[in-house]
């Protein structure tokens, strides 16, 4: 495999690595990349179990490892906030780069930023490459892009939505368009669509 790097992908990586900002490469389920691509990076790769835009696979990747925050302030006369103990990386926090809209949709569920190089209505951000990130301050808070987090798990409205029901949502319907292929059923497409699924998010999303 002769896959090398965006533009621009290379430098976020180098920074990632001098700064301690941890970077994690999620492909799609049957997604392969030649480890040789990134072994010059500090990144761990993960393949997803579900295929976006089914958040579950992102948010368990969130939930595998550590991070421990340092402390800072303390100059000026104001107060310094201490390091605090490793936890897992807060979503409001972390920025997901995609290339298609159903990776977007995913990183909205689980609550994080969401950059894309794919023209779509619900990215935070859409960039014709990812060199035009010039820094990682640029996706920080705040950044070049926004100035607050976002405000959680939210759907392509921004309603907010609770992530692990729309992973079982997905999950049920996958579910059963595996038992219909399995009847040999060709008539019937038990699969949700956007729309629908948009109108069950609707019925559930808290006031």
């Not at 990586?13 to 700064?19: A, G, H, K, S």
């Not at 179990?49 to 340092?70: G, I, M, Q, Y």
């Not at 950059?115 to 010039?134: H, P, Q, R, T, Y």
């Not at 699969?191 to 948009?198: I, R, T």
Request: proline content about 7%; charged content about 30%; glycine content about 8%.
């Amino acid at each position: 495999d002769d896959r090398t790097l965006r533009d621009g992908v290379d430098f976020l990586l180098e920074e990632c690595r001098e700064t301690e900002v941890s970077a994690v490469l999620l492909l799609e389920p049957g997604e392969t990349v030649e480890p040789s691509t990134y072994k010059d990076y500090d990144i761990i790769a993960y393949e997803a179990t579900h295929p976006s835009p089914n958040p579950r696979s992102l948010l368990e990747v969130l939930e595998s490892f550590d991070v421990k925050p340092k402390g800072f302030g303390g100059s000026s006369g104001f107060g310094r906030k201490p390091a605090e103990y490793s936890r897992p990386p807060l979503t409001k926090y972390t920025a997901v780069l995609s290339t298609r809209t159903d990776q977007c949709r995913a990183a909205r569920y689980v609550g994080t930023r969401a950059l894309c190089l794919e023209g779509n209505d619900i990215a935070d951000a859409v960039l014709f490459e990812w060199d035009e990130i010039s820094c990682i301050e640029d996706i920080s808070t705040p950044g070049s892009y926004w100035l607050n987090p976002p405000p959680g798990s939210r759907d392509d409205d921004g309603n907010k939505v609770d992530v692990y029901e729309v992973m079982e949502l997905y999950e049920r319907e996958t579910e059963k368009g595996s038992i219909s292929e399995g009847k040999g059923d060709e008539s019937d497409n038990d699969g949700l669509s956007e729309d629908d699924l948009k109108s069950i998010l609707a019925d559930i999303a808290p006031l």
